[in-house]
């Protein structure tokens, strides 16, 4: 990840939510690597969604985070995963 967009990341979400808050993640992955994703979130609920010529899974979760630094943290983990895109 380039530290420009984390710091981007970092302000906006700082002008934005009150921590701790539940925050929503978002990712679309190649159809495949969804449980990569999951992976990440263990004790969490998510929702998953095949796109529309079933090539791509969107996956959702929701999770009280205690910071932005701990986002952040979630998204450069997540980041890893070849294919990936967080929304």
């Not at 981007?8 to 921590?19: F, I, N, R, V, Y």
């Amino acid at each position: 990840m380039h530290p420009e967009w984390t710091q981007s990341l970092k302000e906006k979400l700082d002008q934005h939510h009150a921590w701790p808050e539940l925050y929503t993640f978002k990712f679309i992955v190649p159809k495949g690597k969804e449980h990569e994703i999951t992976q990440l979130f263990p004790h969490h609920d998510h929702k998953q969604r095949e796109s529309k010529n079933g090539n791509y899974m969107s996956v959702t979760v929701q999770m009280m985070m205690p910071s932005t630094n701990a986002v952040i943290d979630v998204y450069v983990a997540a980041s890893k995963i070849e294919g990936i895109i967080a929304l």
